[in-house]
């Protein structure tokens, strides 16, 4: 079997309202690059990555020298023939890498009529369970806003009878501290026997993560994540707070892995699909986690339907996986896949069963969105369109005001 041909498509997917973040916003979509690595035996492998345009398909398009010809099984060297670690620091293709990588696995899964969990070990769990994606989000059609405690706890209780999750995840980092403690522990009240976790996109000063781990010790935590930027911002409110620490900004590779073995600054690493350059990479990860007695999740980076298969079939084979995964999915109004959104079922998804991924795209979906796209293009992620001229820092210091409601 050998690659053929490589094709790109980027798509704009609906969000159910714009989701506000620390450094910027989501604007009411997700625009992904889908890929399709064509075999010579007429297969079709899927792959993603966040972000797209002229430029990514270019990008993808830019890889063909390099892999026409190539055997989807010699994955080894598709990883040196792409994103050589020396040559790699001229031309970052760690996520190129990632969504090729999810397609040759696919190809191989097809080809041999077995799933990708099957090719990573055999899967140990035919679910994945998920924690609830909160976000403070502006209001859309008939989605309302998110701004305060009782909005936030009534969105939570709706996701939680929907789709069945006993664990919450707050995007924090846009409001006040203040603000976002009141919310947090609003959910704490709200749902005493469910667990929570906190995450502000490293954008609190060490004194304020400081002061937020202390005022949340009590509380049915899973792990705050990412309170403060950096190993040692993380080594210095880990000294002090008695709350697990978790990460998926600064241990998302190998030497930051062995950095934070050496001294531990984080007790949980988020392990994601594209940010470390594939499936494969997060199980080698999780394995050296094992070993430290490290814990790990399944992080989201706003997926589709593809990466969330990746997503699931990387938590189907981990023993160490104690953690619900994160997914931004039941934010999306759509799916490019066929048979739509996958569903929730007790706060998890099934684990694909199909060969490869176990995902198809539905053409018709990718056209329509593929449309959309070129109808909106794309949008600054670390901008947020309710606060014209703002942008973020590490530390932040201009938060939004948690008293006034902005129409985008």
């Known amino acids: 079997m050998k690659i053929v041909d490589i094709r790109a498509t980027t798509v704009a997917v609906p969000l159910e309202a714009p989701l506000r973040h620390s450094n910027g916003a989501h604007w009411g979509r997700f625009v992904r690059t889908i890929v399709e690595v064509e075999a010579d035996n007429g297969l079709i492998g899927l792959g993603e990555m966040g972000g797209g345009g002229e430029s990514a398909e270019a990008a993808f398009r830019a890889l063909m020298p390099y892999l026409k010809g190539h055997d989807p099984f010699q994955l080894e060297a598709l990883r040196f023939k792409i994103a050589n670690p020396t040559a790699s620091l001229y031309n970052n293709r ?3 890498l990632a ?3 999810f ?7 097809q080809h041999l009529g077995v799933p990708v969990s099957d090719l990573l070990g055999g899967r140990i769990r035919d679910a994945v369970p998920f924690a609830s994606y909160l976000f403070f989000r502006y209001a859309s059609d008939a989605h309302p806003e998110i701004r305060t405690p009782d909005q936030l706890v009534e969105h939570t209780a709706r996701l939680k009878e929907e789709h069945g999750f006993t664990v919450h995840k707050l ?3 846009v409001f006040p501290p203040d603000h976002e403690l009141e919310c947090y522990r609003a959910l704490a009240e709200a749902f005493p026997g469910d667990r929570l976790r906190y995450d502000p996109n490293a954008v609190l000063s060490v004194a304020e993560g400081l002061r937020f781990g202390k005022a949340i010790e009590g509380l049915n935590n899973d792990y705050l994540e990412d309170p403060v930027w950096g190993l040692e911002g993380l080594r210095a409110v880990r000294a002090q707070v008695g709350v697990p620490l978790a990460t998926n900004t600064v241990v998302v590779n190998f030497e930051q892995l062995a950095s934070n073995v050496l001294r531990r600054s984080a007790d949980v690493i988020l392990l994601d699909t594209t940010f470390w350059g594939g499936i494969r990479p997060c199980v080698k990860a999780a394995g050296v986690c094992e070993t430290f007695q490290l814990g790990v999740a399944v992080h989201s980076s706003g997926e589709l339907g593809i990466q969330l298969a ?7 084979v981990l023993p160490n996986l104690t953690y619900a995964a994160d997914a931004h999915y039941h934010q999306l109004r759509d799916d490019v896949i066929e048979g739509g959104k996958m569903a929730y079922s007790e706060g998890a998804i099934a684990v694909p069963t199909g060969p490869g991924l176990g995902v198809r795209l539905d053409r ?4 329509r969105y593929a449309e959309l796209y070129k109808e909106l293009g794309g949008y600054p992620y670390d901008r947020d369109p309710g606060r014209p001229g703002w942008y973020a820092t590490v530390p932040n210091e201009r938060f939004a005001d948690p008293a006034v409601e902005i129409a985008p």
């Open 364 to 367: 018709d979906q990718v056209a």
């Open 171 to 173: 995007k924090g980092g």
């Open 103 to 109: 397609a040759c696995l696919d190809l191989v899964g």
């Open 94 to 96: 760690t996520q190129l």
């Open 310 to 316: 990746t997503m699931l079939h990387l938590g189907a």
């Open 99 to 101: 969504a090729i990588e």
